[in-house]
Structures are given as structure tokens and as C-alpha cells.
């Protein structure tokens, strides 16, 4: 039996029991008992050493790599990270989500860690590719992260890129919102979504959105103001958005979702 996690105060992972499972380095604030903490030099996955080197490679090569610590022990372990909000899913065995690797708190031994493409990221601070938790034994567990109280959607739905934290199912598809007033800084702000279109999966957001994406209009207030008639940055300086490099369930999920 893997290591059981649960939520604590919203705030604080708990795995208890007895076994593996793997966090985000530096996540751990407490234990009962008798824990062990090597950090993850190449693959959480196991398997060959040119497998392990491949699979590190290309999470670093798609800026989707996050520092893990491997956790052995028995007892009671306790994580958080920064008093965000954490949610444990629970998932089959073969079932996957995808998630942003910064929303990625920790999983179990049952978990396979990978990464998948998703090519409308380019639009926002996500990148184009995400992480991909895949469930491969019993009791398979993986635990996210939420700035504020998740907000958990069925589809079909359409989301803020800048806000989706997870989902399962198929990848979304792009969808684009512009018109004349968008370049003449009259936006809604909402020029471009992510639309989950197949019924009966679930999306996790959160009510924050991260600073990326691409900057379309012209008076967003974002840009540097010109002085002396010079174009700040250029063209490039006046479309170019900012951002971090590349953020019960229920239904489907069969209550996936543990609080």
C-alpha cells in the first residue's frame, strides 16, 4: 500500500503510511516518525539510465522540470508550499491529467511523470508543452496547487490560460476573440481562451491569473510609456507579454477530489 495523501487546513499535504512518494524539493514543513529525503538527480520513473536521462532532458528542454525529493518512510509527512491551497486527486489506473508543473505539489509511487504537448500554450505563459500525471497502480494519488480556493468546472467550458491549473481528458483547443477595438486598446481583456470541448471531463482553475500571454492592444497599461518619441522595445516592446518561463473532482473522476 503507497503512502495515503490528504489535505490538512486546505493548506498543508499529509501522507501517511508507509512507502514513497515524490514532492516538490524543499516542500516538506513536518513528520512523525521516520522520513528520508534524497533529492531526484535524473527520473522519479524508474527504468533504464538512458530512459531516466531521456525523460530528464526533454522536462528541461520544454521548461516543464521540477526539482523533486524522493520521501521513504513511515509516519505522518507534512508539505506546503508558499499557504497555497492544495488539492489530492485520485486517479485510476491508466488515467492522466495534465497540469502546470508550478501547480505540481507531489505524488506517489503509483504515478508515472511525464510530459505531453499541448501547441496552444504558445499563447500564454505555459509554454508548449505541460506535465502529464498518469495513474499506474492502485491507490495512485498525485497532490496540486492552488493560489486561493480552486474552482472546479465540468466541461465543455472555456477557461483563462493564465488560470487553468489542471484537467483531464483531451488537451483544449484555442480559441481567438479580436477585432478592430482590440488594437486600438478597446479589449476586453479577453482576447484568447482555452475551450474544452468533450463533455464529462473535469478543469481545475485558479482565481488568479498568472502575468504572460501575448499583448495585443495598445494602451493596455502594461507597456513602458515613450519619452523623447522613441518607441520602447520597438515592435517586439509593444507586443510582447511578460512571464514566468514555461501554471471532489467528481463525475468522470468518480470523486477524485479529496479536501
Known amino acids: 500500500m503507497p503512502l495515503q495523501m490528504r489535505t490538512e487546513n486546505e493548506l498543508t499535504l499529509v501522507a501517511e503510511g508507509q512507502g ?9 514543513v513536518a513528520y512523525q516518525g521516520q522520513f528520508k529525503f534524497e533529492k531526484v538527480l535524473l527520473d522519479p520513473n524508474g527504468g533504464s539510465m ?10 528541461r528542454f520544454t521548461g516543464e522540470n521540477m526539482p523533486l525529493a524522493q520521501v521513504t518512510g513511515q509516519g505522518n ?3 506546503a508550499d508558499r499557504a497555497n491551497h ?10 492522466s491529467i495534465g497540469v502546470e508543473s508550478e501547480n505540481l505539489l507531489g505524488f506517489n509511487d503509483q504515478c508515472q511523470y511525464g510530459i505531453r504537448p499541448i501547441g496552444v500554450g504558445v499563447v500564454s505563459q505555459k509554454g508548449l508543452f505541460t506535465s502529464k500525471i498518469t495513474g499506474k497502480g492502485f491507490g495512485a494519488q498525485v497532490a496540486i496547487l492552488s493560489n486561493g480556493n480552486p474552482i472546479i468546472l465540468q466541461t465543455p467550458c472555456v477557461v483563462d490560460p ?3 491549473i489542471c484537467w483531464t481528458g483531451a488537451d483544449p483547443s484555442f480559441k481567438l476573440d479580436l477585432n478592430w477595438k482590440t488594437f486600438i486598446g478597446q479589449a476586453s481583456g479577453e482576447s484568447y481562451m482555452l475551450e474544452f470541448k468533450n463533455a464529462g ?3 481545475i482553475i485558479q482565481p488568479y491569473e498568472r ?3 501575448i499583448k495585443v492592444g495598445i494602451d493596455d497599461g502594461t507597456q513602458p510609456q515613450m519619452q523623447g518619441g522613441a518607441l520602447p522595445g520597438g515592435l517586439g516592446g509593444m507586443l ?19 479536501r
Open 20 to 28: 514513497v512518494m515524490f514532492t516538490k524539493l524543499g516542500a516538506m
Open 50 to 59: 538512458v530512459g531516466a536521462v531521456i525523460n530528464s532532458l526533454a522536462r
Open 77 to 79: 509527512c507534512y508539505f
Open 86 to 95: 492544495v488539492v489530492v486527486i485520485n486517479l485510476d489506473q491508466g488515467q
Open 162 to 164: 493564465d488560470a487553468v
Open 201 to 203: 471531463e473535469t478543469v
Open 211 to 213: 502575468e504572460g500571454g
Open 240 to 258: 510582447g507579454g511578460g512571464g514566468s518561463p514555461g501554471g471532489g473532482i467528481g463525475g468522470m473522476l468518480g470523486g477524485l477530489l479529496n
